[in-house]
């Protein structure tokens, strides 16, 4: 969804997740019963991490902190990854989940030892689920015109760093946008993904349905936001919404093997790659052919080309940080 939920909100399983400050969530399993109990909103997990040194495959640096007990940043080597942790509502995004989410892309930018970011959610059950539905009553113009979460979702789609997202569990409505707002998808073979927006009355508001067309296509995109209807990771898979599906225990792996893949490469042509693929596919062949022409006229007269060509030609891996 598009908007925030509050702190409070009830139910751990159930299909749409309820409370006193709060009201139901979409992104839960629709397949799950309805119950009730009472919860804090915040996960009791730290802001931050810490851990030992090691590669971006095993090991945990020291933690970013966001600020906000519902978001937590690891630092794997030089990937950072972004988890939104309120396990017991399905991940569904508040204020605070904005506001970690917001801060932890702060960090990311300013700090020189981050290179990749990999998002994905706490718990077995739900990447990220969608927002608080019982505020749709007193949406207002203004609250459409400020889309928060929209101009969020875009922010990481215009993220120099390359992203990754790992999604381990369902992925509705806000969560599902997130995850395309991402370069790279990964899915969890449990994982499932839709855009149930249309059924409350409203749209997927975050990005969704401009980016899913161009994603899996435009017949596609308007058959699955007009119905509703969830698919599981293999059919996300074979329509091109996902790059790849893994069993849940290696989705972390996989997620920081591709992170670990792309900062082998040079990091200018990697972030030069992104933003010429990204800004091509919103205009037309020539401007992106232009776009491209600019892009590698900078590329040779920089010092990673001299290396990577250097390296080649020696049989050596590449020092492109050390260039």
Same mark, same amino acid.
């Given at each position: 969804m598009s908007e925030t939920t509050t702190d409070t909100t009830t139910g751990t399983d159930a299909d749409t997740t309820t409370g006193t400050d709060a009201g139901t969530t979409t992104g839960a399993d629709p397949a799950a019963d309805t119950t009730t109990g009472t919860t804090t909103g915040a996960d009791p997990a730290a802001d931050t991490t810490t851990g030992t040194g090691a590669d971006t495959s095993t090991g945990t640096d020291a933690g970013i902190e966001t600020g906000t007990g519902t978001v937590v940043v690891e630092l794997r080597g030089r990937v950072a990854v972004v988890t939104v942790t309120r396990p017991d509502v399905r991940n569904a995004l508040n204020l605070g989940v904005l506001d970690g989410i917001e801060a932890a892309l702060d960090a990311c930018e300013r700090r020189a030892d981050v290179d990749a970011v990999v998002f994905t959610g706490a718990g077995e059950k739900s990447f990220v689920a969608g927002a608080d539905i019982s505020q749709l009553v007193g949406y207002t113009l203004q609250d459409g015109l400020r889309a928060r979460m929209q101009r969020l979702w875009d922010r990481i789609q215009d993220l120099e760093l390359p992203t990754i997202a790992a999604v381990n569990g369902v992925a509705l409505g806000g969560g599902n946008e997130l995850a395309m707002s991402c370069d790279i998808r990964i899915a969890a073979d449990r994982a499932r993904f839709g855009l149930p927006e249309a059924g409350l009355g409203i749209l997927p508001g975050a990005g969704g349905t401009q980016r899913l067309s161009r994603l899996v296509g435009l017949g596609r995109a308007q058959e699955m936001i007009l119905t509703g209807r969830i698919i599981d990771a293999e059919e996300a898979l074979r329509i091109g919404l996902v790059t790849s599906v893994v069993p849940p225990e290696e989705l972390l792996?996989? $997620?920081? +093997?591709? *992170? @670990?893949?792309?900062?082998?490469? +040079?990091?200018?042509?990697?972030?030069?790659?992104?933003?010429?693929?990204? +800004? @091509? $596919?919103?205009?037309?062949?020539?401007? @992106?052919?232009?776009?491209?022409?600019?892009?590698?006229?900078?590329?040779? *007269?920089?010092?990673? %080309? *001299?290396? +990577?060509?250097? $390296?080649?030609?020696? %049989?050596?891996?590449a020092r492109f940080r050390d260039a």
């Open positions: 792996d996989a $997620a920081l +093997g591709t *992170a @670990g893949t792309i900062l082998a490469k +040079g990091p200018l042509a990697v972030r030069l790659a992104k933003l010429v693929v990204r +800004g @091509g $596919a919103e205009t037309d062949q020539r401007t @992106g052919l232009l776009l491209e022409r600019l892009a590698q006229s900078l590329l040779y *007269a920089a010092d990673e %080309k *001299a290396e +990577g060509a250097s $390296a080649f030609l020696e %049989k050596r891996p």
